[in-house]
Nanobody, 122 residues
Framework: VQLQASGGGLVQAGGSLRLSCSAS????????MGWFRQPPGLEREFVAG????????YYVDSVKGRFTISRDNAKNTVYLQMNSLKPEDTAVYSC????????????????WGQGTQVTVSS
C-alpha cells in the first residue's frame, strides 16, 4: 500500500488543522493505521492509532482531548483532526499502516507515507 499525507501548515497556538492520509490499494480497510510525529531534533513518537474498522482509537497522553483520529475506508483515507494546537505540537507528521494492526512502535509498521510539516506559532 502507498500512503500520501497532506494537510500540514502554519497555524497559531489554539488553532486547528486536519491531516489526511490517502492510501492506494483495495486492502486498505484491513490495515491498522497510526500517526507519528518527529519534532525538530527529537525522536519520532507515536501520536494516535486506529483499528482496521475504526472501532477503537488510541492516543499519546499529550494529545488526548485535543486530537482525533478517524478513517473512512470507502475513501481509503485516515484523518487526524488537531485542535487547540500548541507550539510543542510542531513536528513532521507521518502516517503508517500495517496489516497486523496498529501499535505504538514505529518499527511495527510496514508502510509509511512522506511527512507533512505542522508548525504552531506562539
Amino acid at each position: 500500500v502507498q500512503l500520501q499525507a497532506s494537510g500540514g501548515g502554519l497555524v497559531q497556538a489554539g488553532g486547528s488543522l486536519r491531516l489526511s492520509c490517502s492510501a492506494s490499494g483495495r486492502t486498505f480497510r484491513r490495515y491498522g493505521m497510526g500517526w507519528f510525529r518527529q519534532p525538530p531534533g527529537l525522536e519520532r513518537e507515536f501520536v494516535a492509532g486506529v483499528t482496521w474498522n475504526g472501532g477503537s482509537t488510541y492516543y499519546v497522553d499529550s494529545v488526548k482531548g485535543r486530537f482525533t483520529i478517524s478513517r473512512d475506508n470507502a475513501k481509503n483515507t485516515v484523518y487526524l483532526q488537531m485542535n487547540s494546537l500548541k507550539p510543542e505540537d510542531t513536528a513532521v507528521y507521518s502516517c503508517a499502516a500495517d496489516e497486523t494492526g496498529w501499535g505504538t512502535s514505529a518499527s511495527k509498521y510496514a508502510y509509511w507515507g512522506q511527512g507533512t510539516q505542522v508548525t504552531v506559532s506562539s
